[in-house]
């Protein structure tokens, strides 16, 4: 079956600029996690939704926001762009959701946003 | 909160086996113990996850000891494709939902 998808790959924005990035999972999964990769910080949770509703979030500013769709597609929105925001955006699906950490997480091959 | 602690890098020779500890001294009770690999602009793939005792599946095998406090992944008889990021994670908590990945542990097979 078809992994999971997310668009667009790479993108170039400048400062104070807002973005959407996008991220399909895999059929019958209703778990949408987020993570941004940088090199100094590593993978860090951004948020997680489950059939639409949001469940955590982690230690972002209010600039960075999501959202999930009755087909389990999901998007995130970072507002006010600033250059520490330049990372690898990952996504993750999953059939049961992060509770515990239990389950396989499949993650896309993520969004490179570069900000300039 | 749950944290993981973990090597930074580590070195192998091709053909010989890999163990990478991971520390977790705050792990919940309803926490499992899951290992994935990333390679560079890749996203991270699943290996293996255990909740205690040993679990071993093709390609690794995971110990974890009683106490639960730390967690060792074995790779047997690495090759250089098995050159990537491995990354130790438990849950932040029972009942929780988020996922703590730390920076995780850069291997390095050597011909």
């Known amino acids: 079956k078809a992994g999971v998808t997310q668009t667009?790959?790479?993108?170039?924005?400048?400062?104070?600029?807002q973005v959407t990035l996008s991220c399909s999972p895999i059929s019958g999964h209703r778990s949408v996690s987020w993570y941004q990769q940088t090199p100094g910080q590593g993978l860090q949770f951004l948020f997680e939704y489950?059939?639409?509703?949001?469940?955590n979030k982690?230690?972002?500013?209010?600039?960075?926001?999501?959202?999930q769709f009755s087909n389990s597609r999901s998007e995130m929105n970072v507002s006010t762009l600033e250059l520490g925001d330049s990372a690898l955006y990952l996504c993750a699906?999953?059939?049961?959701?992060?509770?515990?950490?239990?389950?396989?997480?499949?993650f896309g091959e993520g969004s490179r946003l570069t900000v300039l | 909160l749950a944290k993981t602690t973990q090597p930074i890098s580590m070195d192998s020779y091709e053909g010989q086996e890999v163990n990478i500890t991971c520390s977790h001294n705050n792990?919940?009770?309803?926490?499992?113990?899951?290992?994935?690999?990333?390679?560079?602009?890749?996203?991270?793939?699943?290996?293996?996850?255990?909740?205690?005792?040993?679990v071993t599946n093709e390609v690794a095998s995971l110990f974890i000891p009683a106490d639960r406090k730390s967690s060792t992944l074995s790779l047997p008889r690495v090759s250089l494709s098995d050159t990537a990021v491995y990354y130790c994670l438990v849950g932040e908590g029972a009942g929780s939902y988020q996922l703590t990945f730390g920076k995780g542990t850069k291997l390095s097979v050597i011909p």
Request: glycine share 14%.
């Open chain 1, 8 to 17: 667009p790959r790479y993108l170039i924005k400048t400062r104070g600029q």
């Open chain 1, 50 to 55: 489950f059939s639409e509703t949001q469940r």
């Open chain 1, 58 to 67: 982690g230690n972002f500013p209010g600039r960075f926001s999501g959202r």
């Open chain 1, 93 to 106: 699906s999953s059939l049961n959701g992060l509770a515990g950490g239990e389950g396989e997480l499949f």
């Open chain 2, 27 to 54: 792990i919940a009770t309803n926490d499992y113990i899951t290992w994935y690999q990333q390679f560079p602009s890749q996203g991270p793939r699943f290996i293996i996850q255990g909740y205690k005792t040993k």
